[in-house]
């Protein structure tokens, strides 16, 4: 069974902070991550992809690649209220076309 | 940008009746999925298409089906719906892909409550 975990918080952190949200994956061949956003009511949204290892930056977003350690995160610099959500990670369900398979979520909490 | 559409946001379902989640996307992708969402359990994949009238289970078909019958156009069926249906149901879209990958878009949700 493939698998993607997720710390479920909720992570707190005070405004102007980093927020650190992480996230390992079972299936070693993997090769697209996904980070979604998704406020409390709402459908998930479309942060950031990353397909190669390292980083990659987006204004106050950084995804990062590990896929020796099989590892993906996702740091949000100089943290707002408005950050305040849940973040799920996603990977390539490899053998299911066009499938992801999502963690469970992350929920951030920014507090002025 | 790219656009799923929903039709019906908020529904509530007497038990034993048949429901249809209608899902409309504008962006010529080959892909739709279907998904619920628990508090707790995260998405899970409910059925997918990648093609008209094509049709792929995911982790939870059982209780539900579905009907592609333009390529814009994926339907969800509840045939009999019960009490453990209730939920928020998400429509996605993404383009055809090979086993790397692709960017999955959703729709805003529908709402149902099964009483």
């Known amino acids: 069974q493939k698998e993607v975990e997720q710390n479920s918080g909720p992570l707190s952190v005070p405004e102007g902070a980093i927020a650190s949200l992480n996230c390992t994956y079972s299936?070693?061949?993997?090769?697209?991550f996904f980070w979604y956003r998704q406020y409390s009511g709402k459908s998930p949204e479309l942060i950031m992809s990353i397909y190669s290892n390292g980083d990659k930056e987006d204004g106050r977003f950084t995804a990062q690649l590990n896929k020796a350690s099989q590892y993906v995160s996702l740091l949000i610099r100089d943290s707002q209220p408005s950050d305040s959500a849940t973040y799920l990670c996603?990977?390539?369900?490899?053998?299911?076309?066009?499938?992801?398979?999502f963690g469970k979520g992350t929920k951030l909490s920014v507090k002025p | 940008d790219v656009k799923v559409t929903q039709s019906s946001r908020y529904l509530v379902k007497r038990t034993g009746e048949k429901v249809f989640l209608e899902c409309v996307q504008d962006m010529d992708h080959e892909n739709m999925f279907w998904y619920r969402q628990d508090p707790g359990l995260g998405l899970r994949l409910i059925y997918f298409?990648?093609?008209?009238?094509?049709?792929e289970k995911g982790d939870i078909p059982e209780g539900y089906s579905v009907s592609r019958e333009k390529k814009e156009r994926f339907s969800l069926i509840l045939e009999s719906a019960s009490t453990n249906q209730t939920s928020m149901y998400l429509c996605?879209?993404?383009?055809?892909?090979?086993?790397?990958?692709?960017?999955?878009?959703f729709g805003e949700g529908s709402w149902l409550t099964v009483v």
């Open positions: 299936d070693r061949g993997s090769q697209s």
């Open positions: 996603a990977v390539n369900n490899r053998g299911s076309q066009g499938n992801l398979i």
């Open positions: 298409s990648y093609d008209v009238k094509m049709k």
């Open positions: 996605a879209s993404s383009l055809l892909i090979t086993s790397s990958g692709n960017t999955i878009y």
